[in-house]
C-alpha cells in the first residue's frame, strides 16, 4: 500500500474526469490530438495505481454525450483513438484480472468498429474478478437517467412505483456502486454532465495537473486528501 493510506479506508470505487489533453498540447504547439494520445500512458499508469491500492472499481469519463460538438477531425480521431487503446491493452489488463465495460449510449455516431471491439474486450474479460474498470463513452449524465426512467416506463412503472431503488435498477450497470471518489484534472471545477446520479455524496478532488501529466502518484494524493475528509451522509458525525 503506498505510503500514508489506511488500507482499511480505501474507497471501493474511484472515477476520473481526464481533462486538460487539449490544453497540454497547445503548451506545446501540438495539435489537440496529440494531447489525447498523450492521455493513454496517464490512463494505464492510473490504472496500474488504481490495482496497487485494491480498488473494487475504477472509472474514467473518456468522451461525452457533449463532445460530439467538437471539430469532426477531432471526433475522428478520439473514435479510432478509443478502438486502438482497446486493441493495445486489453489481453493486458485481462491477464491482470480486470474486467472491463462500457457506459454510455450505444447511437448511430459510435463506429461500428468501435462497438465489435468494445464488445469483444467486455467479453473476454466479463468473468475477471480483481476490479471493474468502466470506461464512459458517448456517456452522459442526464442522458442515463433518461434512459433508465424510459425503461421504468416501457416495464409499465407508474406513480409511486417509480423509486430510488427501481431507477437505479435501470442504470447503465445496476450493480456499480456510487463512485465513493470523483477526481477531475486541468483545474476545472466542474462535473460536465459525468454521473450525476451516482455523484450524489461523492467526495470531490480537483487538481490543476492536466491528464497527459497525470500519473498513480496524483490517484494516491487524490486518495490521502478523501481519507482526509470526515463523510456524513447528511448525518451528524458521532462523537469519539
Ligand atoms: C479531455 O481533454 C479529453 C476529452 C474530453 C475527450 P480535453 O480535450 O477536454 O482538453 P482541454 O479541456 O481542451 O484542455
Ligand atoms: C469532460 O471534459 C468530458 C471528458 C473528460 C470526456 P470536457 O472538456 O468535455 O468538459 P467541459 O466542456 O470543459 O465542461
Ligand atoms: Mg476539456
Given at each position: 500500500?503506498?505510503?500514508?493510506?489506511?488500507?482499511?479506508?480505501?474507497?471501493?470505487?474511484?472515477?476520473?474526469?481526464?481533462?486538460?489533453?487539449?490544453?497540454?498540447?497547445?503548451?506545446?504547439?501540438?495539435?489537440?490530438?496529440?494531447?489525447?494520445?498523450?492521455?493513454?500512458?496517464?490512463?494505464?499508469?492510473?490504472?496500474?495505481?488504481?490495482?496497487?491500492?485494491?480498488?473494487?472499481?475504477?472509472?474514467?469519463?473518456?468522451?461525452s454525450t457533449e463532445?460530439?460538438?467538437?471539430?469532426?477531425?477531432?471526433?475522428?480521431?478520439?473514435?479510432?483513438?478509443?478502438?486502438?487503446?482497446?486493441?493495445?491493452?486489453?489481453?493486458?489488463?485481462?491477464?491482470?484480472?480486470?474486467?472491463?465495460?462500457?457506459?454510455?449510449?450505444?447511437?448511430?455516431?459510435?463506429?461500428?468498429?468501435?462497438?465489435?471491439?468494445?464488445?469483444?474486450?467486455?467479453?473476454?474479460?466479463?468473468?475477471?474478478?480483481?476490479?471493474?474498470?468502466?470506461?464512459?463513452?458517448?456517456y452522459g449524465g442526464r442522458a442515463?437517467?433518461?434512459?433508465?426512467?424510459?425503461?421504468?416506463?416501457?416495464?409499465?412503472?407508474?406513480?409511486?412505483?417509480?423509486?430510488?431503488?427501481?431507477?437505479?435498477?435501470?442504470?447503465?450497470?445496476?450493480?456499480?456502486?456510487?463512485?465513493?471518489?470523483?477526481?477531475?484534472?486541468?483545474?476545472?471545477?466542474?462535473i460536465s454532465n459525468f454521473l450525476l446520479?451516482?455523484?450524489?455524496?461523492?467526495?470531490?478532488?480537483?487538481?490543476?495537473?492536466?491528464?497527459?501529466?497525470?500519473?498513480?502518484?496524483?490517484?494516491?494524493?487524490?486518495?490521502?486528501?478523501?481519507?482526509?475528509?470526515?463523510?456524513?451522509?447528511?448525518?451528524?458525525?458521532?462523537?469519539?
Amino acid at each position: 500500500m503506498p505510503e500514508g493510506i489506511d488500507p482499511n479506508r480505501v474507497p471501493r470505487h474511484v472515477a476520473c474526469v481526464m481533462d486538460g489533453n487539449g490544453r497540454w498540447a497547445q503548451q506545446r504547439n501540438l495539435k489537440r490530438t496529440e494531447g489525447h494520445a498523450a492521455g493513454e500512458d496517464a490512463l494505464f499508469d492510473t490504472v496500474e495505481g488504481a490495482l496497487e491500492l485494491g480498488l473494487d472499481y475504477f472509472t474514467v469519463y473518456a468522451f461525452s454525450t457533449e463532445n460530439w460538438k467538437r471539430p469532426p477531425d477531432e471526433v475522428r480521431y478520439l473514435m479510432g483513438f478509443n478502438e486502438g487503446i482497446l486493441k493495445r491493452h486489453r489481453d493486458d489488463l485481462h491477464a491482470k484480472g480486470v474486467r472491463i465495460q462500457f457506459i454510455g449510449r450505444r447511437d448511430w455516431r459510435v463506429p461500428r468498429r468501435l462497438l465489435r471491439r468494445i464488445d469483444e474486450a467486455t467479453e473476454q474479460t466479463r468473468h475477471n474478478t480483481r476490479m471493474v474498470f468502466t470506461v464512459a463513452f458517448n456517456y452522459g449524465g442526464r442522458a442515463e437517467i433518461i434512459d433508465a426512467v424510459r425503461a421504468l416506463v416501457a416495464e409499465g412503472a407508474t406513480g409511486d412505483k417509480i423509486t430510488e431503488k427501481s431507477l437505479r435498477r435501470h442504470l447503465y450497470d445496476p450493480h456499480m456502486p456510487d463512485p465513493d471518489l470523483v477526481v477531475r484534472t486541468s483545474g476545472e471545477f466542474r462535473i460536465s454532465n459525468f454521473l450525476l446520479w451516482e455523484q450524489a455524496y461523492s467526495e470531490l478532488v480537483f487538481t490543476d495537473v492536466l491528464w497527459p501529466d497525470f500519473r498513480r502518484q496524483h490517484l494516491f494524493d487524490a486518495v490521502r486528501e478523501f481519507q482526509s475528509r470526515e463523510r456524513r451522509f447528511g448525518g451528524v458525525q458521532e462523537p469519539s
